[in-house]
């Protein structure tokens, strides 16, 4: 086939029809330069503002300014949203639109058959046909029949649009950076969507630039209006999708990030702390830092950007001595470094929350891709017996509740608390009711109060937590340290059977925390069955789909998350019993899996990926029908 | 603050045994420590001691004060989160040369520059005591030990230079015996603002013992030390009979003689401790061919502070509208 290039001029003749549909996938491709995450994150906004359920999945490279052209130096932002609920960011893509050859070549795979494929023919030139690895235009060439394909000259009418505006001072290569601005018009045109929250915040991003907002705008009604107006290729339509029927409420959209900063800080008000968010840069776990440092308006949040990660965690740990709420957080290679200083905590007991935003290793690894490979390390990863409390966020939404919990478990239990989210969490986001603050429990934490008969180790008899009292405190002069301390005075102390003594008690302490938090319950499906898929993390979406599909299909399994690692939930060993066969799908090599089959002694069976990528549903049920009795 | 009965040196004592090797530096250092405090009225509810790992690391739990025995290295980074946790605490870290200058540097040199108020006591014995006796980063080159059978190869580090380069504000330097000279060096420290660091040589009896004794020995003292006062010239010698000049052409120090070829004290250098240059100077002499320099090094003028104090929150219901709001803040939407 020889795609013929949209005819600008084709003007419309019919009005527009809606196809109406349930859900569809968009991904925005383009060179790092090419604005595709403000793209998609402003498509989401439009999106969350016309009432529709969602998830997104933005992936970009590791390199800030990848050189231009090459497939390397791809970002994309994905989108599924849909009138039902939406799990996933999809697996298969509905629309794509690839801004130069180099995001074609490496997207293209993940388009449907039939899919619509929107690119800026002005990018297939030769330089970049090379870059990205074509040898033919793939414009021009056969390969792209089974695809229905919109290829614009963008550039072209990008700049059409802007010369048409009177007055600006603008340059050619400003105008060309309008071009995401323009395909955006055009996709919220296709979806029915209104362009007014962008134009809205473009004039709030360029407030101080109003020549740029201008052009911005204008190339953003531009797109808009071609589709309004052209008649495009007889097989593209025009889509509607109805609003979600999610519960009633105020809504936001909210990622990972700042789910965690904001149940850090709402924990922090419960607590009646003042908080200390130390940390070194690190990605995807920088951007947390970055809230909380813009959180200056009154929140009682210090921030305190360490020389390291060692002096992050352990900057923590002073804090939270000298009567604050001390967090930190990282992602694996950072935590690997507050091992050691993690382990001081728990020896001091000293409440610190450690937030990790997995990603991909070993070492570097893959420091802006997702995975999940960090749970030995969260649970095991300290020398000694060392255990502290383990949590897991599933969604950008439970990022809070778990933060909030975190705060709650630490403080309470005078404990460190891991809490793991991962960067496909902290980056995506998803709409969220948003909680009532004021409405909440406290659970107020005394930091400068002396109990009769104070010594630094005695105890609380139900928690087993030790009293903090912080330096400042009238009456309760005391020394704590890093060496074993007897049980109760915390006086140095070397003697065998009070290091056995203190070790039991450590690890009783965590273990009996079982007892004050949710026992596991069923996500989806019945209590019991032919299969049990457990997750926890991220993989809550496409589990959460790949159950609900079997189910409907007839199917006896069940979808189990987990949110709480360690301890695991009391029930959770009685629980899994009841399936004939527990499946774990994970993004690391096998590591819950490990742990359930070391606690409970089962035969779960793992289902590994580490592409970078997050599970496609039909990955999961492909899997779960050979458990099934089926052959997929 | 409470008001704090007037406290002997002894009630800063706690009831645990002290476990350093008899004749260590740091009973000396630990007697003056108390000392300090009760001269200044030291509230024990409000000072806490800090410290990392090494024999002088052991120090909090002599102290009847607060006191936390961290990990090795780290003490600065602890008592930075103490300190914006509690501005009020009177923080003492405790530290040795490897937790210091080795494992720790990086939170030394980051201590130091963001100047966290609190006094920081380096005991420099220049090798390692509690592991015992390697070099140390002071070690001099060619210190025979067990780590280092042919003599350690490496150049010593600095302690002052170091935190003259840090950016330190307040730098000093005192020895373990020196009693009443400790003692006001360390009252100078607690008094300044910001981070006060100061070295003070400890003899660690056991692995290297005596290696500070041609700057500290009573025979050579006068020769080897120049106690410097801000204000004064810089004389020295068991008779006072020497002093530094500047020497422009090699822009370095001099001793001179007083009286040899018209040398008066008014053409001496004069020490200004606000002046990082003739501390840099000051610093650097190590006893031999010009006298050690002890007292206050370097005391920075003024400098602004820029981390603002801890943000102060309302509490209870009115946090909680505050969060409620910046919840909401940006685009939100009804579901009906
Ligand atoms: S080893 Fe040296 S520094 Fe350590 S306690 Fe003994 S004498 Fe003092």
């Not at chain 1, 478990?409 to 460190?416: F, V």
């Not at chain 2, 090494?54 to 600065?76: D, N, Q």
Request: net charge negative; charged share 20%; aromatic share 6%.
């Amino acid at each position: 086939m020889n795609i013929q290039i949209q005819d600008p001029a084709a003007e419309r003749k019919t009005p527009v029809e809606r196809q109406s549909i349930e859900a569809a996938v968009v991904r925005f491709a383009g060179d790092s330069g090419d604005g595709m995450q403000l793209t998609g994150s402003q498509f989401t906004l439009a999106t969350a503002v016309a009432g529709n359920d969602l998830v997104t999945f933005p992936d970009f490279p590791a390199e800030i300014r990848a050189p231009v052209g090459t497939t390397f130096g791809v970002s994309t932002f994905q989108i599924n949203f849909g009138s039902r609920e939406i799990r996933t960011a999809g697996d298969r893509l509905d629309v794509l639109v690839a801004m130069n050859p180099a995001a074609l070549i490496t997207n293209l795979e993940d388009l449907r058959p039939d899919g619509l494929l929107i690119v800026d023919a002005s990018a297939f030139q030769d330089r970049n046909l090379k870059k990205a690895g074509y040898e033919t235009n793939p414009l021009e060439e056969d390969d792209l029949d089974r695809y229905r394909v919109l290829a614009l000259d963008i550039s072209k009418l990008t700049q059409a649009t802007v010369k048409a505006v009177d007055g600006v001072q603008v340059t050619n290569k400003e105008i060309l950076r309008t071009k995401n601005m323009w395909a955006l018009g055009l996709v919220l045109w296709l979806f029915g969507r209104d362009v007014a929250p962008t134009r809205q915040w473009l004039g709030v991003k360029f407030a101080k630039l109003e020549d740029i907002a201008t052009i911005n705008i204008a190339a953003l009604e531009a797109g808009f209006a071609f589709g309004e107006t052209t008649e495009l290729a007889h097989n593209v339509h025009a889509y509607e999708v109805p609003p979600a029927k999610l519960d009633a409420g105020e809504y936001r959209n909210v990622t990972g990030a700042e789910g965690i900063c904001w149940g850090l800080a709402t924990g922090a008000h419960l607590a009646d702390l003042p908080m200390i968010y130390c940390s070194y840069p690190i990605t995807p776990a920088s951007n947390m830092l970055h809230i909380l440092a813009g959180m200056t308006g009154g929140f009682g949040i210090e921030t305190f950007q360490a020389e390291d990660e060692i002096a992050a965690v352990t900057a923590a740990i002073g804090a939270s001595y000298g009567g604050a709420l001390g967090v930190t957080g990282s992602s694996g290679p950072g935590i690997a470094l507050k091992t050691e200083g993690i382990g001081l905590a728990v020896a001091t007991e000293l409440p610190i929350v450690i937030v990790n935003a997995q990603r991909g290793g070993p070492s570097t690894g893959l420091p802006t891709k997702t995975e999940q490979s960090d749970l030995y390390q969260a649970v095991f990863g300290r020398n000694a017996d060392c255990p502290l409390v383990v949590l897991a966020a599933r969604s950008p939404g439970d990022c809070f509740t778990m933060a909030v919990e975190a705060v709650r478990l630490a403080t309470k239990y005078m404990t460190p608390v891991m809490l793991l989210s991962d960067g496909y969490i902290a980056n995506s986001s998803e709409p969220w009711s948003i909680p009532e603050v004021a409405g909440m429990t406290p659970f107020t934490a005394q930091t400068n109060v002396v109990p009769d008969n104070f010594a630094p180790y005695m105890r609380d008899a139900d928690t087993l937590a030790r009293p903090w009292v912080a330096p400042g405190t009238p009456g309760g002069i005391h020394r704590i340290g890093g060496i074993e301390r007897s049980e109760t005075t915390g006086n140095v102390s070397y003697d065998p059977a009070n290091h056995q003594t203190m070790t039991d008690l450590r690890a009783r302490k965590i273990a009996n925390i079982a007892h004050d938090v949710p026992e596991q319950d069923v996500t989806r499906g019945d209590g019991a069955g032919d299969l049990a898929i457990v997750g926890w993390g991220s993989t809550y979406g496409p589990i959460g789909r790949a159950v609900t599909n079997l189910r409907d299909e007839g199917h006896k399994l069940a979808h189990i998350h987990i949110n709480n690692i360690w301890p695991l939930p009391r029930n959770l060993g009685a629980l899994l019993a009841n399936y004939a066969a527990v499946l774990v799908p994970e993004m690391n090599n096998g590591q819950l899996v490990t742990l359930l089959r070391a606690e409970y002694m089962i035969d779960a069976r793992s289902l590994p990926k580490v592409s970078g990528k997050p599970f496609n549903v039909s990955e999961i049920e492909d899997a779960a029908r050979e458990f099934l009795g089926e052959t997929s | 603050m409470n008001v704090v009965p007037e406290l002997k040196p002894d009630d800063y004592a706690t009831d645990q045994e002290v476990r350093w090797c008899p004749g260590c530096g740091d009973y000396a250092i630990l007697k003056a420590m108390r000392k300090v405090l009760s001269d200044v009225g030291a509230d024990p509810e409000q000072t806490v001691f800090i410290s990392g790992i090494g024999c002088a690391a052991r120090f909090p739990y002599y102290m009847e004060t607060y006191g936390f025995h961290t990990i090795h290295g780290r003490a600065a980074a602890i008592a930075t989160g103490t300190k914006l946790a509690n501005p009020d605490l009177d923080i003492w870290l405790v530290s040795g040369d490897g937790d210091s200058l080795s494992i720790g540097g990086n939170h030394l040199m980051h201590l130091l520059r963001r100047d966290i108020d609190l006094t920081y006591l380096l005991f420099n014995n220049e090798i390692y005591g509690l592991t015992k006796g390697q070099a140390s980063p002071t070690s001099r080159p060619g210190t025979v030990t067990p780590s280092s059978p042919s003599g350690s190869y490496d150049r010593p580090a600095h302690a002052v230079a170091f935190a003259l380069g840090s950016g330190a504000g307040f730098i000093a330097r005192s020895y373990d015996v020196a009693q009443p000279h400790l003692v006001a060096t360390m009252k100078r420290a607690r008094e300044h603002r910001g981070t006060s660091f100061v070295e003070i040589l400890q003899n660690c009896i056991v692995y290297n013992a005596d290696i500070f004794a041609d700057v500290t020995d009573k025979k050579v003292a006068g020769d080897a030390q120049i106690h410097l006062e801000h204000g004064a010239p810089l004389v020295f010698g068991k008779d006072g009979d020497k002093g530094l000049i500047f020497d422009v052409k090699t822009l370095s120090l001099k001793a001179v003689a007083l009286g040899e070829g018209g040398v008066a004290e008014k053409d001496l250098l004069v020490h200004d401790e606000t002046n990082a240059v003739l501390a840099g100077l000051l610093g650097a002499m190590d006893g031999h061919a010009l006298p050690m320099a002890l007292g206050v090094i370097y005391c920075a003028p003024e400098r602004p502070a820029h981390r603002p104090a801890h943000p102060d929150r309302p509490r209870g219901d009115a946090m909680a509208a505050l969060l409620d709001a910046h919840l909401r803040k940006g685009h939100t939407w009804h579901v009906a």
